[in-house]
């Protein structure tokens, strides 16, 4: 067993069951009797020396419940890219310095594909000029497009609200008896995991959505035409990830087409719904909408996914215990067995930093415009189970740092 | 007691809560041992004869609560306005002759504004003719913007959405080191009380939103830029309703200004938070967002305030007691006692047909970018407690017409 204190840093883009790994992880160093800190924003903490002592907040059963259902980074985030090793040494070694001074051995690093890079880069400098501090990190993304984990922690509850959502959304277009064209928006510029999970929003009284398009498969505006042009639906629900493309490799929200214009004049764009949503209107002429789900689809957590919440602390709690071990250098994923059962495995940084995981293509159906059976096999068991939530004054009760 | 059978048509955009209203009509004709037909896509259902019998599916209980949680309008809804009454006689005509063939004395009709219209006119229409059909009103609407009620039916949802989905975005928003400013667009183009609500996302916690800008009180851009400059906080999150209009009551929506573009080159705009967002970026150079939050502000019914859905049962409930007793031409509303509970009202549809309520001025700050503690206590109440969902496959199961 390494000795020492823990460190434990959030970095990236929020989501809704990041600070669920973060309580794994303090709950696993509390209960190994150890002391944790937090890095405030990310590796910038250790840079500028600002940590925060966790033990005594989360030493309280109520706090560690408020953590668990509370969206975004708790202890703040970054987007800093640590220059190579041998580029900046005194970087690096105020880093350790600072490290040093609370007797910080272990640091556990939260993150997505960048965070892994600054796993990668701090246990190398660690090993090669003789530091004593060990580092892991624990995948988190909304995107699930992380090498080396069948699915990343934070995924689940995104694709819950995007299924959940597009549902409702689904409700409320099917009202009007005139036929319209509603398209949702997704994240997810490279890998269309989350417009993917969209196919989750039907169920036995709703086949919405009718169209799903991701960026894995090239699009052309007359073949969407088509598209439209089959669906036998009235009120067509349409669900496109943001990074669609057409044959040529542009994407859509390039596109140089004729807008339409809303009723007060200004043109009517901005991402690759609104300008389907132009195609569609100057097409067909029906009533057309686009809805862009934006930052909602990593912060919503109140209608959060249990599974990804417990799995999330799970994760934290096991690359706890790797480090404890003498691990280091690694990030921790998951490994699926059967349907469904997860154990936690873990990969080599240096395998797993840098790289994106598409959606492979025989999740995609032949038609281009649709997932296939395999696909909903593999994202159905990750949206299951809602957390009861603690409310104040009629929302959502949540922990915050300052 | 009216002898006969019940029609119920739902209409105008829908709402959370307008199923549950659809319920209580539903349950409370059929404990009075009557028929009720649902009216397929409002007053349209009447003109083509489209009418659906309800008792059957809704005598089982687990229908009744799939429905109270189902956004949305189960029977469909129109946007269809009547002629005068003395207009096009026959239309009128043909809409008695079908309620005639189902012997339907009593029609309840949900809906917002325009549909307390379509009441006045049919009972209008019907008193002068002769016809013994009675017509009551239901409200709801998202808006609030009706006369004759405390507040209406599917406002306290949308309310609590909004509260709720503000304070996950400020948590967000807050996460990196470096300032922003997150606009939050929601809907309201003449009535503000939406945005006010957006207020009920602080707590102890967080003090977002810190701008809050309603269309009842004209901002100019100088204001604006100024209100921005003062606000002492890294990370500004700014509620603006979807209508606000500068000085010369021109919609921030139809400004001329210099749009920023994005990374991909393309113009951010279409909205009054996108023209927020770019006055913003051109001032002061700091990261900027604007959320859109559309539709799901009608329809995301997933964390839906109890206390609204639970009212919205007892005001349809209590639109068929009083047809039952001979009322009509009237439209039922609630009346608010101390702080906090409900009685019910009603008022002549000739009354509040067709009006809209604004926010009043002693709700919205002297500084003109917050609300009031008046506003606040009118607010609170309604966005207390959530239903117990029920779920399939990990998302919210609904009840549909087909």
Redesign the interface.
């Known amino acids: 067993m390494i000795q020492g204190n823990f460190a434990v840093a959030?970095s990236g883009g929020?989501t809704a069951a990041i600070n669920a790994t973060l309580l794994g992880v303090i709950k696993e160093a509390i209960s190994n009797g150890r002391k944790i800190y937090g890095m405030v924003?990310g590796i910038?903490g250790a840079v500028n020396n600002n940590f925060v002592e966790l033990n005594s907040t989360f030493e309280k059963e109520e706090n560690c419940e408020l953590l668990k259902l509370?969206?975004?980074?708790y202890l703040?985030?970054?987007?800093f890219k640590l220059p190579d090793t041998d580029e900046k040494k005194e970087l690096f070694e105020q880093i350790f310095e600072n490290f040093n001074k609370l007797n910080i051995t272990m640091v556990l690093y939260i993150g997505g594909n960048d965070s892994m890079d600054t796993v990668k880069k701090l246990s190398e400098y660690a090993l090669k000029n003789g530091k004593n501090v060990s580092f892991v990190g624990v995948p988190k993304t909304i995107d699930n497009d992380l090498m080396g984990t069948d699915h990343t922690p934070g995924f689940g509850s995104a694709a819950?609200f995007v299924?959940?959502?597009v549902?409702?959304?689904a409700?409320?277009s099917?009202?009007?008896?005139n036929p319209s064209a509603t398209i949702i928006e997704i994240m997810g510029r490279n890998a269309g995991w989350l417009t993917a999970a969209s196919a989750?929003?039907r169920?036995?009284?709703?086949s919405a959505p009718h169209l799903i398009y991701l960026p894995e498969r090239p699009l052309s505006v007359k073949q969407l035409i088509e598209d439209v042009k089959n669906c036998p639906e009235k009120n067509i629900i349409i669900a496109v990830s943001e990074g669609i493309r057409n044959e040529n490799g542009i994407?859509f929200?390039?596109l140089d087409c004729n807008l339409s214009h809303d009723e007060?004049?200004?043109?009517?764009?901005?991402g690759s719904a609104?300008v389907v949503e132009s195609i569609i209107k100057d097409n067909f002429g029906i009533k057309t909408?686009s809805?862009?789900l934006?930052?909602?689809q990593?912060?919503?957590?109140?209608?959060a996914?249990l599974t990804d919440l417990d799995e999330s602390v799970m994760i934290g709690s096991a690359g706890v215990k790797a480090i404890l071990e003498g691990q280091t250098g690694i990030v921790m994923g998951f490994n699926r067995i059967g349907d469904y059962k997860i154990e936690i495995i873990s990969n080599k940084a240096t395998d797993v930093a840098n790289l994106e995981k598409a959606v492979p293509s025989d999740y995609i159906a032949e038609n281009g415009h649709d997932v296939t059976e395999k696909a909903l096999k593999y994202l159905?068991p990750l949206?299951?189970?809602?957390p009861q939530?603690i409310?104040?004054?009629?929302?959502?009760?949540?922990?915050?740092l300052?």
Do not use: W
């Not at 509370?70 to 980074?73: I, R, V």
């Not at 007060?264 to 901005?270: C, D, E, I, P, V």
């Open positions: 959030q929020p924003n910038l509370t969206p975004a980074a703040g985030s970054c987007r819950k299924a959940t959502t549902s409702e959304i409700r409320d099917a009202v009007y008896a989750l929003a169920s036995k009284t709703s994407y929200s390039n007060f004049g200004h043109a009517q764009l901005s609104s909408r809805v862009e934006n930052v909602l990593r912060c919503s957590s109140h209608f996914s159905s949206i299951m189970g809602e939530m409310t104040e004054n009629g929302i959502p009760k949540h922990i915050s300052k």
